[in-house]
């Protein structure tokens, strides 16, 4: 299983919200290349970006500190926010982005991310964030009446990597992972997902691991934030366990 560090980027910060909202950012890091680099030297095998600003904007806007990023790691980096379009997810590949995450466009317009998932195969994600259940777009500020695992089923056998589910309602709040959504979303779906939103502890890693253990579906791994950045997890201990090194 594997640990995915975030790094949310708003205004070329390192930045972690509450519950979605971006009037509520915290900053962490004024240099997302310095710290894309400290969870390289961490130990990390892959890093989780997402423009902020460019998910409500819909379009790329923190392209510079993803560049910084790109040009101080060389581990895979995943991103997501504001990508809603071929030509986009070509550039973003093209510059070293190892795999695309499509989250608005896969409910506006799922017919690009098929098309993007046949062009750029193993390089396409979907992102699917809910509230209640219910799939949220536009940087989380529109909530469909169309449920998480609805959506997932769009994507069956098209080519899509993995799903990356996150509960907006426990992100950045420390409240712990939506382990049983995260399973059901799984075990719903043939497609990997990804958990999201909320982890505080190691303990909430060892839950998700005991739990994915008995899934019929596939976790691929976990998404940190906040915790990572104020030290309530540890990422070393993380690492370890999530290899396979720890006990529960």
């Known amino acids: ?19 979605g909202e971006m009037e509520q950012a915290t900053v962490f890091n004024d240099n997302p290349g310095n710290q894309a680099r400290q969870f390289e030297e961490a130990g990390c095998d892959w890093l989780h970006l997402v423009d902020l600003n460019g998910a409500f904007a819909g379009h790329p806007v923190n392209g510079e500190a993803v560049d910084s990023i790109l040009s101080n790691v060389k581990i895979p980096v995943q991103l997501g926010g504001g990508i809603r379009d071929v030509a986009t997810i070509a550039n973003w590949i093209e510059k070293g982005i190892r795999r695309v995450i499509l989250g608005t466009i896969a409910l506006r317009n799922p017919s690009i991310v ?3 998932a046949k062009e750029f195969p193993g390089k396409v994600a979907v992102g699917i964030d809910a509230r209640d259940g219910m799939v949220a777009v536009e940087g989380w500020a529109e909530t469909s009446d169309i449920s998480a695992v609805e959506l997932g089923k769009k994507f069956e056998d098209v080519g899509v990597t993995s799903i990356i589910y996150t509960d907006i309602d426990r992100d950045g709040t420390m409240e712990g992972l939506n382990v ?10 043939s497609i990997p997902v990804i958990a999201s939103g909320g982890v505080a502890s190691i303990n909430d890693l060892k839950i998700l691991k005991q739990a ?26 993380a690492l370890t366990f999530l290899r396979g090194n720890m006990s529960c």
């Open 212 to 237: 994915a253990e008995t899934a019929t579906g596939t976790i691929e791994g976990a998404i940190s934030g906040r915790a990572l950045y104020d030290g309530s997890l540890d990422i070393k201990e």
């Open 180 to 189: 049983q959504g995260t399973i059901d979303l799984a075990n719903a779906l």
């Open 1 to 19: 299983m594997i640990l995915f560090p975030a790094i949310d980027l708003k205004d070329g910060n390192c930045v972690r919200l509450y519950k």
């Open 114 to 116: 098929i098309e993007a």
